[in-house]
Every structure is written in C-alpha cells, then in structure tokens.
C-alpha cells in the first residue's frame, strides 16, 4: 500500500487554498465530469407495460435469466415520474440497447438466449417491441430532461446480433464471420468476430456496400422504405461519406440524437474497431445533437456537447490516455471520447480512501489533460465485482460516489440486488430483475437506499465532488475538501459519533452557515475557521446552507 503522506505532500502542492480566496456558490451547473450515472438493464428494471412483453413469438424455453423478463421503457418512466432517479442524485440514465433485436434464440452452450439485453441488433432503425415505442422513447427524454437527467443510449457498431432460423446473416459486403479473435495484436482484436456466431461489421472499410436485402424486405413490408431511403440520401449527400456499413450504421443511430434529443452514447466494443471509427461517429452525433437543438430550442437543457463514453475492454485510469495492443497503442480520447470506462476502480476500491481519491485527483488533473474516466464497482459482464456478496454495501456506496471521475451506479447496487442467482450461468446471474419487493419489506434494504441518497444527492449538487481537486485537510479523523471552480465541500468519514471538529480555512469562511447535507444539521464557521456539529453519522457532507 502507497504512502499516504507521499499524497498528501502532492496535493497540497497542486492545489493549496488561500484563506483570502473565498466566493460565494450558487447553484451549480451540470458538468460530465462530475455526473452520476444510473446504469440500468431496459428489460430487467421494471416492467411498466405487460402488452408488449411477448414479440416475434419470442417463446421457446430459455436458461434462467436468458429470456425476456418484462422491463421496459414505460418502467424506466414510471420511475422518473416517482422521483426515484432525483432522489437518488441521478443526473444522468444509461440504459442498455433498445433497437430492435433478433427475433430468434441463440444456443452457445448456455442454453437458449434471447437478445435481451440489447446487443444483438437486427435493426438499428427501429425500437424493439419488447422495449416500447418511438413515442416512449421521447416522452421519456423529455420527461428526464425536465428533471435535469440526461439520457444515455448504448451504441453497438461493431457487430450484428447472432444467425438463427429467423435471423440471417448480413451479407458479406457487410459483415465477416471469421476468423475469431485471439486478441494478441492490434489485427487480431479489430479485424475478427468477438465469438463465434457474432458476425463483424466491416468497419475498417470504405467501400460502398448495398443495403442488406433483409432491411429492405422488412422497410419495404412496414411500408417505411422510401422515407428510410429519402433519409440515407440526404445524409450521405450531406456528409460525403461512401456508403460503406459503419457509416450507415453512424447514420441511424445518430437519427436518435436528432429525433429524440438523447444526450450522450455509451459505446460497446470500443478496441474491437479501428479507433478513426469513433472519431468519426463523435462527429456524425455531434451535427445531429446541434441540429436536435436548433430545432427544439425550449427543450435545450445548456450548451454540454455529445457525450459518449467508451468501453475499452480492460481499460484502467493507470494508462492514463493511452490503450496498449501489445504491437500498438491507441489514444481513444483524442478519437471522439472525453471519457472511457475505467476497469480499475473495482480492484482500487479495495486501498483506503484517501489513496483513491488523492491518486485519482491527481491523475484527472494532469495526465488526463480534462478528459475523464467512468468508475464502477458492479457491471452486467463483470463477473468479479467488487463486492459479490454484498458484504460491504455501505463503504462500496461511499467509495464509488465520493471518488474523483464519473459515478456508474449499477442497477441495485443501491438496493443490495443479489449477484448470485441459483441456476443462472456466466453473466446472466449479474442481470437479475430488481429488486423493488425488497424496498417493501427489508429495513436493510430501506436503509442502504438512504444511504445513496445522500451521497448521490450531495454528488448531484457539486460538481466539486466528481470534477474537483482533492486535498486532504486531516487523517485521523479523516477530512478532505474538493474544489471546482466556485464550487466547494468539505467532507469527513470515519468520524467518531457526536461532536466532530474541523478547520474549512479555504473553503468556508468564519460567519459561513453551512449544512451538514447527510445528517441535515446545520451550524456556522466559527471566527477562527473551525466548524463544529453534533450527529450520530460517521460520515459527514459540508456545504453552504443556501
């Protein structure tokens, strides 16, 4: 374990605080840097419409957990309708796919899958029944954006969903089926399908390549394909980009940013496709994002770009910028990302609080050069999260909120959601239905959501928390203070029940009223810089009381 004083040396040199300094705080804007992120699986959230929970005659018998469940969009509104995002601090939704998936199941020794999850695409152009409606998607952008909640779709260019008896394959202008990847070169992690059974979408080429003839049968029979093809000419016309796939598929789903406003893309399978392909998609988004609120300007919520986060399969915040293929390395921030999953978080989360957050202050301040990293401690391929049992709830909510970089909240980490289901294989035991029955009847349960209500909240409220400087004010008991731009905090943990005691030179000056945002008790900076208050709680979040 690293020297915590070697930390406390670095910052207090990067960042010191003068006395002199202070400024009063406002409300504070959204920044990407510091959001908190509410990462949910469409179909195992909350089934908000019954009606549409069996399409394509999806009906054979599958695995545990490898059907349809039932959850949809309609769920994901019903939630934001109760609140249930804002009162966790969440100010941003990513949710899984929702174009339309295979109609078939796959078997590949799991037993038979439905494209559930989403990444099987059949058709970007279109919501999967399963799923909900156009009309579900924008009333839920809509309704989100009301309460300050950006939307996160899942973008997937990389691969169409698995051949079955319904689902033919792309043709070969479109897609490769071999070789598989053995991921020991660049070559050999780009140019090759993932599995077997996912054929690959040629996207290292430009070569122009007709329209898959099933899209066409199937635009033609929902009576869409002269607005489809009107659509894919004005877009080629206006870009000049050949009519090769990535392009057509850049195109489609670019269409959801310009028809539904959605703020930002997670993308899938980032390293398994030549890196000037997101440069690209970055940009194809970003013109339809403008365009969006040209056209919709009582619905622009402030002047943030398009986001989009990738997954870089391995990925850590230790490599700084750079992806290392072994025979390659990739910069995929300068490739269309400000940031990039960060795969690390879950085995630091096990190294103290101070070594976290000091470590990665200093990392997203000089070496990331104002780009940023996604940090998680629970996923839905993740099979070794960091707390598998759900043994260590509470410090797991502390570590991953209070830490410097983007906040991914995994579906139930705030709920205990069990990972470990009876009978569900690989990753589908990390893909269970949530757990809303346990809110009713489990104190714990009740508890542990509080618990990251607070800490999301206060999250939500200063962007100082996930885009500031951290520096740390006192180890034992532990206090630290973050700053981003007018934005200041200060916060304890680990401290003793009772009265606590700490100096906000710095932060808040004598006279200050200031609020205790986990307890709700509020006091005033005394004339020599010290704020004292009294609660049961070991945590305690310091802020202005306006």
Known sequence: ??????????????????????????????????????????????????????????????????????????????????????ELGVNAIWMTPVVEQIHGATDEGTGNTYGFHGYWTKDWTALDPNFGTAADLRELVDKAHKRGIRIVLDAVINHTGPVTPKDAVFSHSWVRTSPQCTYDSYLNTTACTLVANLPDVLTESDAPAPLPASLVEKWKKEGRYDAEMKSLDEFFTRTGYPRAPKYYIMKWLADYVEQFGIDGYRVDTVKHTNEDVWADFQKVCQE???RYKANNQAKVLDDQPFFMVGEVYGYGISQKQLYDFGDKKVNYFKNGFQSLINFDFKGDAHRSYEEIFSSYSRMLANEMDGKTVMNYLTSHDDGSPFDKYRKRTFEAAVKLLLAPGISQIYYGDETARSLIIDGAEGDATLRSNMNWDDLEVHEATRNLLKHYQKLGKFRANHPAVGAGIHQMIANEPYWF??????????????????????????????????????????????????????????????????
């Open 481 to 546: 203070g973050r700053t981003y731009r007018n934005d200041k905090v200060v916060i304890g943990l680990d401290q003793p029940a009772g009265e606590k005691r700490v100096d906000v030179c710095g932060y808040f000056a004598p006279g200050t009223r200031i609020r205790d945002a986990y307890s709700g008790v509020r006091t005033v900076v005394g004339t020599d810089h010290t704020v004292v208050l009294d609660s049961s709680f070991s945590i305690v979040l310091l802020e202005k009381d306006l």
């Open 1 to 86: 374990m690293k020297n915590i004083a070697f930390f406390v040396a670095a910052f207090l040199l990067v960042s010191a605080v003068s006395c002199s300094s202070l400024q009063k705080t406002s409300g504070q804007p959204f920044v990407w840097e510091g959001a908190n992120v509410y990462f949910l699986l469409t179909d195992r959230f909350h089934n908000g419409d019954a009606a549409n929970d069996v399409n394509f005659n999806r009906t054979e018998k599958t695995a545990v957990l490898r059907g349809f469940e039932g959850g949809d969009l309609r769920g994901i509104i019903q939630k934001i309708d109760s609140g249930y995002f804002t």
């Open 288 to 290: 339809a994002f403008d």
